[in-house]
Every structure is written in structure tokens, then in C-alpha cells.
């Protein structure tokens, strides 16, 4: 079966490109848990600019919970002389200035939180300067599940230190930068697919991609795709004519490249299509 992609109903130019992408890690998820970690990213017009991450003390009588210990795995050795809650929130916000906020589920859970620290140290939160929640972009874009694994897993963003709080804003901001590349290419799909395509070098074949990469977005190759006379395949069938990999680096033999191997199907690179097209991967950032 033939698809194109989804219309894309996230505003763009709305989305800020220079921004704090925080992190908290927390003695545990009810809303009067206590801020253990605060992790951050500085990003200036997309760019990388500076990290920020802090231990928290806790305050006389209060422990981490042991599903939380289990999963940040942060012990009380740990956050033995860390700062306190008011020290660790006055550096954030010094390092946040007046940057709109990023992070995964901020809306919901660690904006409570940061509100509620600023609160008690009768201090202006953070939040104040606006923010993004990359679970609700991605859940827009492309559904559930909406966790911060998945949407690594979907735009190819590596975590190695899932749970940290620092290694989550990392990763975070990094997936913000693909929703926005995902958002945009959907955005041209709108506009410009349905005037027909630009140019006929992929006329007649039925391209079916799999994997997905930050420097190669499947969205973005889908779009280009059909911009060059392709038709697109969500799965590899004996009519499919090419199936593109977009992120052979990652090794992973996915049931699409063991089902092409069956059927013979020829498996290019993703930098092979665009070759074929006159085009680079630096041709694809915006």
C-alpha cells in the first residue's frame, strides 16, 4: 500500500531556536517530590552553547524513593555536600537568563516541580520565560508512545546515560532539533506535494525506508522521495523496487532489511538516494 506523510499542524515559526533544554531527576514522581539533579543545555540559534548540571541536597528527614534510586541511580554518597535547593536553583536560573524552556514532559511533571523549589525560595521559576514539552510536539507529529526513549529511538538520537539528568537535556534538545526538521519537512509536504512532483529521476519506482538518523531524517527523505516522482511503501513487498537505509552506522537488522534480502530487493544508502538526486545531506538542514 501506498502512503504519503502526515500534514503537520505544529507552527513552526513558533518554536523558538534558541532556548534552555532542562532536565530534573527527583526523589520520586509525586507532586511534592524534591529536585536530586538539575541538567541543562543552552542552545543559541540551534547551536550548542553551554551545559549546566548540579546535584541537590535534600533537605533534613527526606529520602529518595527506591523506584527513583533504581532508575537515576544517584545515591546519597552522591549528593553529599551537592548545593542546596536554594543555591542549586538560583545557578539554573542564572544560567537560564530569559530563554524559553525545552524538556520531555515539562508541561506535566518537572515545571511542577522547578515551580514549586521557586516557590519556597521566593524566587521567580524559570518557567515564567515560556516553554516547549517535546511529548506533546511528538505526540502531534507522530503519536504515542511518546516517552523520551521512544522519540530517540524514532529520529535515530543516541542516550547512553538514560536517566541522568544532564544526559536527558542532551538528548532532549537533540530530538527538539529533529521535531523541528520533522515539523518543516511535513510543512513542505503541505504545501508542495500536491503540485506535483519537481523532478522525475525516482518515476516509477516504490521506495520503502527504514531507520531514521538526525543527519538523514526519514521524513525529510520521504518528502524528497516524492518530490522526484517516488511512491512510498510502508513495508517491503515484491512491488517495492528500493528499500533505503538511513542509518547503516547503527548496525541494526531490522525486519524490513531481512525481508529485502528475501525478496532480493536492492538496499541503498540513504546518501546513495541523494546522490541519485544531486543532492548531500547538507542539502537537508535548514
Given at each position: 500500500m501506498t502512503?504519503?506523510?502526515?500534514?503537520?499542524?505544529?507552527?513552526?515559526?513558533?518554536?523558538?531556536?534558541?532556548?534552555?533544554?532542562?532536565?530534573?531527576?527527583?526523589?520520586?514522581?509525586?507532586?511534592?517530590?524534591?529536585?536530586?539533579?538539575?541538567?541543562a543545555?543552552?542552545?543559541?540559534?540551534?547551536?550548542?552553547?553551554?551545559?549546566?548540571?548540579?546535584?541537590?541536597?535534600?533537605?533534613?528527614?527526606?529520602?529518595?524513593?527506591?523506584?527513583?534510586?533504581?532508575?537515576?541511580?544517584?545515591?546519597?554518597?552522591?549528593?553529599?555536600?551537592?548545593?542546596?535547593?536554594?543555591?542549586?536553583?538560583?545557578?539554573?536560573?542564572?544560567?537560564?537568563?530569559?530563554?524559553?524552556?525545552?524538556?520531555?514532559?515539562?508541561?506535566?511533571f518537572d515545571n511542577v516541580l522547578l515551580d514549586r523549589a521557586a516557590a519556597r525560595q521566593r524566587v521567580a521559576s524559570p518557567t515564567r520565560n515560556g516553554f516547549v514539552d517535546t511529548m506533546v510536539l511528538y505526540r502531534e507529529l507522530v503519536g504515542k508512545p511518546a516517552s523520551l526513549a521512544a522519540i530517540c529511538g524514532h529520529y535515530g538520537v543516541s542516550n547512553p546515560q538514560a536517566h541522568r539528568a544532564w544526559a536527558d537535556a542532551v538528548a532532549t534538545s537533540d530530538c527538539y532539533q529533529a521535531i523541528l526538521?520533522?515539523?518543516?519537512?511535513?510543512?513542505?509536504?503541505?504545501?508542495?506535494?500536491?503540485?506535483?512532483?519537481?523532478?522525475?529521476?525516482?518515476?516509477?519506482?516504490?521506495?520503502?525506508?527504514?531507520?531514521?538518523?538526525?543527519?538523514?531524517?526519514?521524513?525529510?527523505?520521504?518528502?524528497?522521495?516524492?518530490?522526484?516522482?517516488?511512491?512510498?511503501?510502508?513495508?517491503?513487498?515484491?512491488r517495492v523496487t528500493m528499500l533505503v537505509e538511513l542509518d547503516p552506522r547503527a548496525g541494526r537488522k531490522t525486519a524490513k532489511l531481512r525481508r529485502a534480502r528475501e525478496l532480493g530487493t536492492p538496499v541503498v544508502r540513504g546518501e546513495d538516494l541523494l546522490a541519485r538526486l544531486g543532492l548531500t545531506a547538507r542539502d537537508l538542514r535548514r
Open positions: 502512503y504519503r506523510p502526515r500534514p503537520c499542524r505544529v507552527s513552526v515559526d513558533a518554536l523558538p531556536r534558541s532556548y534552555v533544554c532542562y532536565d530534573l531527576e527527583t526523589t520520586g514522581l509525586s507532586p511534592d517530590a524534591r529536585i536530586v539533579e538539575i541538567g543545555v543552552r542552545v543559541i540559534d540551534g547551536w550548542e552553547d553551554e551545559k549546566f548540571d548540579t546535584f541537590v541536597a535534600l533537605p533534613e528527614g527526606v529520602r529518595m524513593e527506591p523506584g527513583a534510586r533504581a532508575v537515576n541511580r544517584i545515591s546519597d554518597a552522591m549528593l553529599a555536600g551537592a548545593p542546596d535547593e536554594a543555591e542549586a536553583l538560583g545557578a539554573f536560573c542564572h544560567f537560564a537568563e530569559d530563554f524559553a524552556l525545552v524538556g520531555q514532559n515539562i508541561a506535566a526538521k520533522d515539523a518543516a519537512s511535513r510543512r513542505l509536504c503541505v504545501e508542495d506535494l500536491d503540485q506535483g512532483p519537481r523532478g522525475e529521476e525516482l518515476a516509477g519506482e516504490l521506495v520503502c525506508f527504514t531507520g531514521n538518523s538526525y543527519e538523514l531524517p526519514k521524513r525529510d527523505m520521504e518528502v524528497l522521495a516524492l518530490l522526484h516522482g517516488a511512491q512510498l511503501s510502508k513495508g517491503v513487498t515484491r
